[in-house]
């Protein structure tokens, strides 16, 4: 909401400047100037990555708009969960976890958490590394290490769309010069027309670079460096995953366990220890 909030600022402010000076909206419609920014931009991050970052890129703008996915309901869900699920452990032995793992959207237990069940890397995350803690033998700082690799790959993975997105962002004012060159030859191919046809094609020309700054600075720069927000913010979940297993293999109590979950959780987001204590207690 934010997002849309800004751009419609960003717009909108351009717009009324713009025209407290009087200038007329319809020289800013120029079909040509958009066709030659939208598909040289597209086009440019169609050569610069494979189709499942390109997915990702459209699939982060989208997310930038609706928001992140995250907050302090989804947090204290996730706490219920794992809480729910290590004392069930205990409970019932470690080799009763296998069927909630293997098919986690049949399970009892973590079926009734939708907001964990809908972030398909926590979901895999966790049965993964709930697996290796069934099948033991692996020691708590392998266990740790591998871990860490599987959220390095996975952070790595999301930064690719941040950073083609930033990179589509840094080309646009360059293309936009481009767009202004074609319309300068075009208005040299016309400088014999008088000088209301040349002023109206060295106007639509400079429109051009006036969309690839808009676009980089206004719009595109904002939503890469939003949507770099957005996943740091969602790997503080998927740390706060990784902390509560790793002290439940250790031999944590349950209470405990979520407790290092909870610490790894981003402050302004993290529910107190109150607020975690009342909700495992129902």
């Known amino acids: 909401m934010f997002v849309i909030i800004g751009i ?26 958009f066709i030659i920014l939208g598909g040289v931009a597209f086009g440019s991050m169609v ?42 452990a205990k409970r019932e032995g470690l080799i009763a976890l296998e069927p909630h793992v293997e098919n986690p959207e049949g399970s009892s237990i973590i079926s009734k958490y939708p907001s964990f069940l809908h972030n398909h890397h926590a979901v895999v995350f966790m049965s993964d590394t709930l697996k290796i803690i069934l099948s033991g033998g692996v020691p708590a700082h392998d266990l740790e290490e591998l871990m860490d690799l599987d959220l390095e790959s996975a952070h790595q993975e999301e930064h690719f769309a941040q950073t083609g997105l930033n990179t589509v962002a840094d080309a646009f004012p360059g293309i936009g010069i481009v767009a202004a ?19 109206a094609s060295v106007a639509a020309a400079l429109v051009g670079t006036f969309l690839g700054i808009l676009l980089s600075y206004g719009i595109f720069g904002p939503l890469a460096r939003n949507l770099e927000i957005i996943q740091f913010t ?31 959780i981003n402050p302004e987001l993290r529910p107190s220890f109150k607020e975690a204590e009342d909700a495992i207690k129902k």
């Open 8 to 33: 419609v600022l960003v717009i909108g402010s351009m717009l009324a400047g713009y025209m407290m000076h009087h200038g007329q909206i319809g020289v800013l419609i120029q079909i040509n100037e």
């Open 47 to 88: 050569v610069a990555n494979p189709m499942y970052i390109i997915k990702a890129i459209i699939a982060g703008v989208i997310q930038t708009l609706s928001g992140p996915k995250v907050n302090k309901a989804a947090y204290l869900d996730l706490i219920k969960m794992l809480y729910e699920l290590f004392q069930f």
């Open 181 to 199: 060159v074609l319309g300068v030859i075009i208005t040299m191919g016309a400088i014999n027309e008088g000088a209301e046809v040349v002023g």
């Open 234 to 264: 969602e790997s503080k979940y998927m740390l706060a995953i990784k902390a509560s297993l790793l002290s439940f293999a250790k031999g944590a109590p349950s209470a405990v366990a979520i407790e290092y979950g909870r610490r790894a």
